[in-house]
């Protein structure tokens, strides 16, 4: 076996040319590094960039969207009934109002037939009639119809029905996906978010305004001249117009 010994002269020379190396490229030692640095960060990471596209608004899930749909009120009548009670005639005067206030032209009484009711809901039905009339509504815009119903059961009610441009959304309770399966990307689950939409379309009165605003009424001149006037400290009295300063010290 051969034992090669190198002299110590030629271990601090070869040092020293490594010092001279380095020191000569300063530039390329650092980006070298720094290659390497980035090389194993890189490792680490995921190419797959997909946060940003991920749909998770409730209201791109469940918009509220203008469309035709029917406006509809149940009037609840018993066997024994013979006219409308006074709750239920405010109820049948604030349908009136509501279908007025559409671009509906006829509104629908459905009576009952069949069902152990149905001789008083035709007399309940013609004072419907009577209160529509009475609240605006012309009689050649109410339409009488009758529906089947059964003869057991829960007494069938008269329905008041008007189909207009109504705002509204998805119907809710849909779950078309396991939430047990895809709980680490931290999204909401398909329903969230439904039932508030539902009652916000619910609560638009004109839908109309989800596409424009609507129209500024005129200015009330005798107002506004009056509101500056009491903001101005100003008092009149005898056709002069005296202004009241108030100084703090």
């Given at each position: ?58 209201r791109t899930r469940h918009p509220i969207v203008l469309a035709e749909g029917a406006y509809t ?177």
């Amino acid at each position: 076996m051969t034992i090669t010994i190198t002299p110590l002269s030629a271990l601090k020379g070869h040092r020293k040319m490594e010092k001279s190396i380095r020191a000569r490229h300063p530039v390329m030692a650092s980006t070298a590094a720094a290659l390497l640095v980035s090389v194993l960060l890189s490792s680490c990471g995921n190419s797959q960039m997909t946060t940003g596209s991920i749909s998770d608004d409730y209201r791109t899930r469940h918009p509220i969207v203008l469309a035709e749909g029917a406006y509809t009120l149940d009037v609840p009548v018993a066997s024994g009934d013979v006219r409308l009670t006074v709750g239920q005639k405010d109820m049948v005067r604030g349908f009136a109002q509501n279908f007025s206030a559409s671009a509906a032209g006829v509104v629908q009484i459905q009576v009952p037939h069949g069902s152990y009711n149905a001789g008083a809901a035709t007399k309940i039905a013609g004072d419907i009639r009577r209160t529509l009339t009475e609240n605006g509504i012309r009689a050649q815009r109410i339409m009488m119809t009758n529906y089947a119903a059964s003869p057991n059961g829960d007494a069938a009610p008269i329905r008041l029905q008007y189909v207009a441009t109504k705002a509204m959304t998805s119907a809710c309770g849909e779950w078309p996906e396991d939430l047990s399966n895809d709980t680490m990307t931290n999204r909401n689950w398909y329903n969230f978010g439904c039932a508030s939409q539902n009652n916000l379309a619910a609560q638009i009165a004109n839908p109309s305004d989800l596409i424009a605003p609507r129209g500024m009424t005129p200015i009330d001149a005798t107002q506004r001249a009056k509101v500056i006037s009491d903001y101005r400290g100003e008092t009149s009295s005898g056709g002069t117009t005296t202004t009241t300063t108030t100084t703090t010290n």
